[in-house]
């Protein structure tokens, strides 16, 4: 009782900082814990690192199992005493938000082309993706958060679901847009299972105007590129990083102000693999921290939305060709 009253005076107070962590557990074969490797372990080490780390925000994907959500509300009850899990589909939608601050609403939007029942072994339609949005109190500010896990790529070269991400990407921001009119300050976490430079990427952030926390920062310390998605994980394999011998950038925080908020990223830091102590890594992906600065103001300077550039405008005019996709794909309608 006293770590709970303790955390609700302490997040009455003002906020000028922000220190979000957005991290994707390694759920594997739909979150089955038999089936997943150290599943316990993992959750174990995870739980340990957030209280650690003591984010003011923490976004998870790939918690499919609601005893594990369970597990981590129990124990980070004392210091992130608002929690809520995104429920959706067969499984779930592994979406959950754990907050030192006051959740006053939460909503959830089911993406309306999300892979295929028959693909079984990907399990991506059985999970029911997601975007779950979250309004918390910052003090005087109100701030819309966002948690997502978009469709996997799974290959690269013969990437049967990019038009299943696109058509997600543009929910997405038409979610986040029509949702966060009144709030002061916007905040996207999750692993969009896209590269920073394609088009449902692009349309994310030129619809939005929300800023990636890694190109914004100057401030940085993580493995190479920001990458999410490292070569030496043991979890993942080599297919789902070829052609890019390195890795790759899938997982985000994204964020914008408003006229009333200032925002910025001060630093941003990632895991890199290992973990002292342990034979195995915390996931499959990397966890991304970031530390917002913010300012209220009257009139806030916070970088205007860009225009959409030629992909997203091209994009928009074919919108026709969008809902004949969707409902094209009710044949196999979501459960």
Same mark, same amino acid.
């Given at each position: ?96 938000? @754990?907050? &030192?601050?006051?959740?006053? +609403?939460?909503? %959830?939007?089911?993406? =309306? ?130 052609? @890019?011998? &390195?890795?790759?950038?899938? +997982?985000?925080? %994204?964020?914008?102000? =408003? ?77």
């Amino acid at each position: 009782m006293y770590c709970w009253f303790e955390s609700c005076f302490q997040t009455n107070e003002a906020t000028d900082c922000l220190y979000i962590l957005n991290f994707e557990y390694y759920g594997y074969n739909m979150g089955i814990r038999y089936l997943s490797k150290y599943c316990s372990q993992r959750y174990h080490m995870i739980g340990e690192l957030l209280c650690k780390e003591k984010p003011d925000i923490v976004l998870l994907q790939e918690v499919w199992s609601e005893k594990d959500y369970l597990f981590l509300k129990k124990k980070l009850s004392c210091t992130h005493p608002y929690t809520h899990y995104f429920k959706s589909g067969v499984i779930g939608s592994g979406l959950a938000i @754990f907050s &030192k601050h006051r959740i006053h +609403d939460t909503l %959830l939007h089911r993406y =309306s082309l999300n892979g295929y029942p028959y693909m079984a072994h990907h399990g991506d339609w059985f999970g029911g993706k997601a975007v779950g949005m979250a309004v918390l109190s910052l003090g005087s500010l109100t701030a819309n958060v966002y948690v997502t896990h978009l469709h996997a790529e799974y290959n690269r070269e013969k990437d049967s679901y990019l038009a299943h991400r696109v058509v997600q990407a543009w929910e997405l921001q038409q979610f986040i847009r029509h949702t966060s009119a009144g709030a002061d300050v916007v905040i996207l976490g999750g692993d969009l299972n896209m590269h920073p430079q394609d088009l449902g990427n692009r349309l994310l952030r030129s619809y939005t105007g929300l800023r990636d926390a890694y190109a914004e920062t100057a401030k940085f310390d993580g493995c190479e590129g920001g990458v999410t998605l490292i070569a030496d994980n043991p979890f993942i394999s080599q297919k789902e990083i070829f052609p @890019f011998e &390195k890795g790759i950038r899938i +997982d985000y925080i %994204l964020f914008k102000g =408003s006229s009333r908020a200032e925002i910025g990223c001060d630093s941003m830091s990632t895991t890199k693999g290992s973990v002292a102590d342990s034979p195995f890594p915390f996931s499959d992906h990397e966890a991304l921290t970031a530390e917002l600065k913010l300012n209220s103001a009257q009139t806030g300077n916070d970088k205007p939305c860009k225009t959409p550039d030629s992909a997203g405008i091209l994009f928009s005019k074919n919108t026709e060709k969008l809902t004949w996709i969707q409902r094209e794909n009710n044949f196999f309608p979501a459960i």
